[in-house]
């Protein structure tokens, strides 16, 4: 059974950084893409970032681009979000998603893509 489990969420100024951890469990990491998801209240969830299983290949939403990071360890089966700048429009609930592929230098950026998906860790930047 996967488990996706992220930490690191909080309350930060703008301005501020964060940094979101996804530990997977249960399979193989370096056979999973990964993937940043976010969901504000009332709206629906969006792609934030996503990484390749062979971690060389990264994509971003256009909104995050510049400001956020993200990277995996497959030794610690650990992705992560460095999230700098921080705005207030970056405050939502913040999903690690994870696919099974056999291609290394894919990334996906929808959420149907996923099949494994965390519960959700808040993120606010305040104003």
């Known amino acids: 059974q996967v488990q996706v489990i992220e930490s690191g969420g909080g309350l930060v100024q703008a301005g501020g950084s964060l940094r979101l951890a996804c530990a997977l469990s249960g399979r193989t990491f370096r056979s999973y893409a990964m993937g940043w998801f976010r969901q504000a209240p009332g709206k629906e969830r969006e792609f934030v970032a996503a990484i390749s299983v062979s971690g060389g290949n990264t994509g971003y939403a256009d909104s995050v681009k510049g400001r956020f990071t993200i990277s995996r360890d497959n030794a610690k089966n650990t992705v992560y979000l460095q999230m700098n700048s921080l705005k207030p429009e970056d405050s939502a609930v913040y999903y690690c998603?994870?696919?099974?592929?056999?291609?290394?230098?894919?990334?996906?950026?929808?959420?149907?893509?996923?099949?494994?998906w965390g519960q959700g860790t808040q993120v606010t930047a305040s104003s």
């Open positions: 998603a994870a696919r099974e592929t056999y291609y290394a230098r894919s990334y996906y950026s929808h959420t149907a893509d996923y099949s494994y």
